[in-house]
């Protein structure tokens, strides 16, 4: 291992625990985690542990593709990183027969990384050990990610009304105008920067633990996320809906009692059918973010 990646890999690493995190929070309404499946039949705990390990190579050439990026522009730079992202989608798909358990996500660690590795390129200080990331690095990160995908929605869904196939997210598109995870990028992943983000550094400021924290969290991304899994499985009324139970469940409830009613409202997501996986998506990438600042 060369220098560089042996540099590198604390880093890459850091996008393994985020979603290991994610996983293992529990209870979590309508998603897999250490309880149970959610609203899920076709996919578990062990599914998504497969899952994570076959994207874990990916994840170190993704920031390595950000580390060599010098006069390229943003855009060539996230054209190298969606053809490694492809990879790691076959590679995630092989590894969970065909169930989809995050190309959502590993499509923004892909920017995120590789937008984590040029900056680095250029910080070389953030290298060392026991230095943390500033919300001001974060911002900056995310905001190349926005630099590298400012043509994406334009580029990828201008013409689906002549495409003989649509994905989920697609139809979505065309239904609802729902963007997903490429108008969260343009935007420069505003829902972490603005939102969950200064969230998460509010409650953990307060001496909050943890894992209460983290319980909040997902909470408060539910009562405001564009969740492109709820409403493909129960519409805009029912994403209406668990926006408006999230809300009320996370500031009516004493933090004591969060775990208990949330494994009851994940019973009622469960009988609907519903889970928010967009909501999930983010979460993952909040602790990336919270891991690099050390906030957790």
């Known amino acids: 291992m060369n220098t560089v990646e042996e540099k590198l890999m604390p880093f890459s690493r850091l996008a ?4 290991l995190y994610e996983l293992v929070l529990s209870p979590k309404p309508g998603l897999v985690d250490r309880y149970d499946t959610g609203a899920h039949d076709d ?5 998504f542990t497969d899952s994570i390990v076959a994207l874990d190579p990916f994840f170190s050439l993704y920031i390595q593709a950000g580390w060599t990026y010098h006069d390229e ?3 060539e730079l996230f054209h190298r990183l969606r053809a490694l992202g492809l990879k790691a989608e076959s590679a995630m798909f092989a590894a969970t027969h065909g169930v989809n358990t995050h190309k959502g996500v590993n499509f923004s660690l892909a920017l995120l990384l590789g937008a984590t590795g040029a900056y680095l390129a250029n910080h070389p200080n953030l ?3 026991k230095t943390s990331f500033s919300p001001a690095d974060t911002q900056t990160v995310c905001s190349l990610a926005a630099d590298m995908t400012k043509q994406l929605v334009a580029q990828d869904l201008s013409y689906l009304e002549k495409k003989p196939e649509l994905t989920h997210g ?3 598109f065309l239904e609802h105008g729902i963007k997903g995870p490429r108008g969260e990028a343009a935007s420069g992943y505003a829902s972490l920067t603005q939102k969950a983000l200064p969230f998460l550094r509010q409650e953990l400021a307060k001496g909050k633990d943890s894992y209460t924290v983290q319980l909040q969290l997902l909470l408060y991304l539910m009562a405001f996320v564009e969740d492109g899994n709820l409403i493909h499985r129960g519409g805009i009324a029912a994403w209406k809906a668990v926006k408006q139970e999230s809300e009320t469940l996370l500031e009516t409830t004493p933090s004591k009692d969060l775990p208990s009613q ?3 409202y ?5 009988e609907r059918h519903l889970s928010p996986g967009g909501s999930a998506d983010l979460l993952s990438l909040t602790f990336y973010f ?3 600042e050390n906030l957790l």
């Open 16 to 19: 393994v625990k985020a979603l």
């Open 43 to 47: 996919m578990d705990f062990y599914t």
């Open 73 to 75: 522009s943003p855009q």
């Open 127 to 129: 290298l060392q050990e």
């Open 170 to 172: 697609e139809r979505l």
């Open 262 to 264: 949330m494994t009851v």
């Open 266 to 270: 994940n019973q009622k997501l469960v």
């Open 290 to 292: 919270a891991f690099l």
